[in-house]
C-alpha cells in the first residue's frame, strides 16, 4: 500500500469484523490485508509468528476476500508456494 492508512480508517474496518457479509466482500487489496492481519491477531496461522504478509488460499492475488486469505511469515508463506510449485 502506498499511502499511510489513517487510524480512522482502521478503526472503520475493524468495526466490520462480525458484520454479516464480512468475509465474503471483495475488496481492496489493502483493505482485505488490513481486515486480515487484524482478524488473526498480526500471527502466522501455522507457526505462530508475528508476521504482517498474507497468503491467498485459493492463489488468486485478485480475490480479497478475507475467508480467502490468512496470515503467514515469510518463511512460511517461502514454504507453501515451493511445495505448490514443485506438485
Known sequence: MSKEV???SLETLRNEIG????L???RPAWQARQLCLMYDNYTCL???KETN???HI???RKD???KNLMAICRKCHIEIHKRSSSN
Open 24 to 26: 465474503t466482500v471483495n
Open 64 to 66: 480479497n476476500r478475507v
Open 46 to 48: 501455522l507457526c505462530g
Open 58 to 60: 485459493n492463489g488468486n
Open 6 to 8: 489513517s487510524t480512522r
Open 19 to 22: 458484520q454479516p457479509g464480512w
Open 53 to 55: 504478509q498474507i497468503h
